[in-house]
Every structure is written in C-alpha cells, then in structure tokens.
C-alpha cells in the first residue's frame, strides 16, 4: 500500500521485506514462497499517517517505545474471516498486520 492505494506486484522479485501484501485470488489454493534470509536482532520500519500494511518473516515484537496502541494493530484470520488485535506487541511470521497511525513514526521491531 503507498498513499492510501494498493498497488499490483506482477514480479515476486520485487517483494520487500518487512512490507506486508495482501493477496488476492479467486479460486482457493496454497503459495509458496521461497526465499534467503539473514536473521535480523532489530529493524526500524516508517508508518505514514493512516493505515499502513506490514508483514515479517520472523516472529518480531514491536518495542514499547514505539508510541503505538496495540488496539491499532490488526490481522486478518483466514479461519474466522475477522480481523484480530495482536496479543502482547508480537508479529507472527507470515501474516500481514494493518497498522492505523496519527503522525507518521517509526517503529522498531526485535527478532
């Protein structure tokens, strides 16, 4: 998402780490994705006003410092088809977290 817009990704390639994406498909069916990685101890992520869309490849907890309401903090779950708060500040690998922000600020994540 950047300015509010989702944006199409044609080429896998250009997936970001740390940026969350929401897939869309009309028929059900497995991804599978495949990547290296090299284990991170922290990274900072900038949210913008507004919603912001984040994901992770590693469990992460956003740290307390970083001005954020964890009540802000949603994850689709595909088995009750509602969104969900996290519990205790903590990213799960593999899922998408919208994140609603007042002021544009950073946050940090430990792995």
């Given at each position: 998402?950047?300015?509010?817009?989702?944006?199409?990704i044609?080429?896998?390639?250009?997936?970001?780490?740390?940026?969350?994406?929401?897939?869309?498909?009309?028929?059900?069916?497995?991804?599978?994705?495949?990547?290296?990685?090299?284990?991170?101890t922290?990274?900072?992520?900038e949210?913008?006003?507004?919603?912001?869309?984040?994901?992770?490849?590693?469990?992460?907890?956003?740290?307390?410092?970083?001005?954020?309401?964890?009540?802000?903090?949603?994850?689709?779950?595909?088995?009750t088809?509602?969104?969900?708060?996290?519990?205790?500040?903590?990213?799960?690998?593999?899922?998408?977290?919208?994140?609603?922000?007042?002021?544009?600020?950073?946050i940090?994540?430990?792995?």
């Amino acid at each position: 998402m950047e300015d509010g817009k989702y944006i199409a990704i044609t080429d896998t390639n250009l997936l970001i780490a740390n940026k969350g994406y929401w897939i869309n498909s009309s028929n059900d069916g497995n991804i599978t994705m495949q990547y290296d990685i090299n284990l991170l101890t922290t990274t900072t992520i900038e949210l913008v006003t507004g919603w912001n869309l984040i994901g992770t490849s590693q469990e992460a907890i956003i740290e307390e410092n970083a001005n954020i309401d964890q009540k802000n903090i949603y994850w689709f779950n595909p088995q009750t088809s509602k969104y969900e708060n996290i519990i205790n500040m903590t990213l799960i690998s593999g899922r998408g977290y919208l994140i609603k922000v007042s002021n544009n600020i950073s946050i940090n994540l430990s792995y």
